[in-house]
């Protein structure tokens, strides 16, 4: 069985431009989870999506957005970009997000805002 | 205010010498898990704990669940170099389905 898919894995920008990353979660998971992991907070918890609706939202502002497609596929999405927006940014994927932390990561996608 | 305290913060060892990483909290948890983050990769979970008490072995690791649920301890029998890596716990608490995570405890196994 794959594993959750994460795209692309390095990505360079500059401040003030906008992001979008990709996530395809393990074949029969519907949940999708999305975090932030810094060096200074460690990992923390941008949003839960389920059925393509935002089940949980984490502490973040508006900038970070995120959508869920009927197959399950997620994306985030970035905007007007900080310095402090670089991270590791990960998805993990279960099959009901119900056990909460109990999920399965992809690599991550590393963000270097410049 | 982090919810989930790990200690130490990083542990540098001898192939061979045993370990314990702690997680405490101050709140009760209904579930807690284990990871191993690699550098450049995602967290892989080791376990889940979810009773009061609970020990579980996976091969030469051992966890426990505070009888209380509000802490955690992983203990590595005969460390390996493949042990390093990053430790993580994370866990659930207050009926939120948000997880909370600690920051991790960075393990190095010289050899």
């Known amino acids: 069985k794959a594993g959750v898919t994460q795209t692309p894995r390095y990505l360079i920008k500059t401040r003030g431009q906008q992001v979008t990353l990709s996530c395809s979660p393990i074949s029969g998971h519907r949940s999708v989870s999305w975090y932030q992991q810094t060096p200074g907070q460690g990992l923390q918890f941008l949003f839960e999506y389920f059925s393509e609706t935002q089940r949980n939202k984490g502490n973040f502002p508006g900038r970070f957005s995120g959508r869920q497609f009927s197959n399950s596929r997620s994306e985030m999405n970035v905007s007007t970009l900080e310095l402090g927006d670089s991270a590791l940014y990960l998805c993990?994927?279960?099959?009901?997000?119900?056990?909460?932390?109990?999920?399965?990561f992809g690599q991550g996608t590393r963000l270097t805002v410049v | 205010t982090q919810l989930l305290e790990q200690s130490p913060q990083f542990l540098s060892i001898q192939e061979g010498e045993n370990l314990t990483v702690y997680c405490n909290s101050s709140?009760?948890?209904?579930?807690l898990q284990w990871y191993r983050q690699e550098p450049g990769e995602g967290p892989v979970l080791l376990v889940t704990v979810v009773t009061g008490g609970e020990v579980k072995k996976l091969k030469r690791l051992t966890f426990q669940f505070g009888d209380a649920r509000k802490d955690s301890s992983l203990h590595i029998t005969a460390a390996q170099t493949g042990d390093t890596g990053l430790y993580l716990c994370a866990g659930e608490s207050g009926g939120s389905y948000i997880p909370t995570f600690g920051r991790g405890t960075s393990l190095i196994v010289h050899p």
């Open positions: 993990a994927s279960s099959p009901s997000g119900r056990t909460g932390a109990e999920a399965f």
């Open positions: 709140s009760v948890f209904s579930s």
